[in-house]
């Protein structure tokens, strides 16, 4: 399964936001992670 993760973020200094898209492949099913449990393995990365 791939997914695509996209994270907005505000830059302080200029006040624009940014955009960063990540990728992510793995071989379980999405019967077998849940989104929750996909974001949890990701942020411990």
């Known amino acids: 399964m791939t997914t695509r993760i ?3 973020r505000l830059n302080p200094a200029n006040g624009r936001w940014s955009t960063v898209t990540i990728y992510a492949i793995t071989n379980l099913t999405a ?3 849940s ?3 996909l974001a949890d393995r990701l942020r411990g990365h």
């Open 6 to 8: 996209r994270r907005r």
């Open 31 to 33: 019967t077998q992670a």
């Open 35 to 37: 989104p929750a449990d």
